[in-house]
């Protein structure tokens, strides 16, 4: 099937493919990276005299406060966000079901194949924790199974939360 010279321009294919790609990640290196730029004093710098800049911001409400005037209709809303995994009618999707999670234990969901990273955090779903949690689930409890990049807003993961507590 194969003779000597069709296997001969097989492989010199292949390291004509490999010879041109290793000179495309040179040229890329030389153009985009270049070499010899030792980082030397400022042309040009701007004095700024002391107590001038931008304004402080504000910081956001503690969770505290927030969560004790959470809309659970809001938290239903954006939970349309987290359905895709979670169900609260007692069902396991991708993510464990979500019914009465705040109080549960920990990876407490029977039958669902739990990462263990969430036991090394949290013994109970707090609200406190689920905030946590649900602001950045990677961050709160590396290795986690959930993939989610989490709810940046106080306010959504506050209203969220009381939704849950809705779902016993």
């Keep these: 099937m194969f003779d000597t010279m069709t296997l001969t321009k097989i492989v010199g294919g292949f390291c004509g493919a490999l010879l041109i790609f290793l ?8 153009i985009y990276h270049g070499s010899g730029h030792d980082e030397g004093e400022q042309a040009y710098s701007i004095e700024v005299p002391e107590g001038e800049g931008a304004e402080p911001e504000e910081e956001a409400a503690p969770f505290e406060e927030v969560f004790a005037s959470a809309d ?9 966000r ?3 995994c979670h169900a609260v009618d007692g069902s396991d999707g991708v993510g464990p079901h979500l019914n009465g999670v705040v109080g549960r234990e920990v990876d407490a ?17 707090s609200p406190e924790n689920l905030n946590g949690f649900l602001e950045n689930p990677r961050g709160y409890a590396p290795g986690t199974k959930m993939s989610f990049n989490g709810l940046p807003s106080v306010e959504e993961r506050a209203n969220v939360i009381a939704y849950l507590q809705t779902t016993e």
Excluded: K, Q, T
């Excluded at 495309?24 to 030389?30: F, K």
């Excluded at 659970?72 to 349309?80: I, K, L, M, Q």
């Design 23 to 30: 000179l495309g990640a040179w040229g890329a290196e030389l």
């Design 72 to 80: 659970a209709g809001a938290g239903e809303r954006v939970f349309g």
């Design 82 to 84: 987290c359905r895709a």
């Design 109 to 125: 969901v029977a039958g669902y194949a739990y990462s263990g990273a969430l036991e090394e955090v949290a013994d109970v779903w």
